[in-house]
């Protein structure tokens, strides 16, 4: 698959304070990438940086096809305003802004779209409710559906799974396989270990200075997992003791 994007180099933070040094990174599309680190460890920077919100510390971003016109967007859901009046099926829309005009709504062709985007996302029996009485998987999917019809060939997530529910997240977790299928690039930022992991192929750990990127099983090391400070060594030893099927996976 051709890469969407090449990290080259890079260094994220601010003036005062570099959060990792170095990276070099293909995201190829077809990708899902995983990216998981102690608070304060860079992913919401690393995330910024590839909206173009913020500029790398050095190094650069390249576009092989070109910057995408759209890149598919999932803020945590602690950053969006609940109490905002809108319906459901409102929300969803707004991922189709770029195909109309500032003074003209949607047409046949793109309502139909935003029908088809709440249906994959399971709120299509929501579609006129206020958001502000959506649980919050609910609003969870109803964003899903908004990302679906950005139509984007890179997809930042960031933590979709925060206070959703299994059936929830495994619902989303089929969209995002979809996307996958379809050769699309998912960026995940994940909070923390879990099954989540078995859908990414490739994994970036941030930590301590250090940005390690490979593939899942070969970063998602005991020894990797607490020199970055992500877990105590009590804590990895726990938990790899207790979960075989993941150390087994991890050392496969």
Partial sequence: MPAVLKIRDVSLGYPSLTLFRRLTVDIDAGTTLAVLGANGSGKTTFVKTLLGLMAPLSGRLIWPAGRPREIGYLAQMAEFDRRFPIRVRDLAAMGTWRGFGFWSGLDRVQRARVDDAMDEAGVANLADRPIHTLSGGQLQRALFARVILQDAPLILLDEPFAAVDQSTE???????????????????????????????????????????????NDVLTPEQLVSQGYMSQSQASWMFRTDASRTARLHA
């Fill in 170 to 216: 495994s619902h989303l977790l089929a969209i995002i396989r979809h996307w996958r299928d379809e050769g699309r690039a998912v960026v995940l930022v994940v909070h923390d270990l879990s099954s989540v992991l078995d859908y990414c192929s490739h994994a970036l750990l941030l930590g301590n200075g250090v940005a390690t990127y490979g593939l899942v």
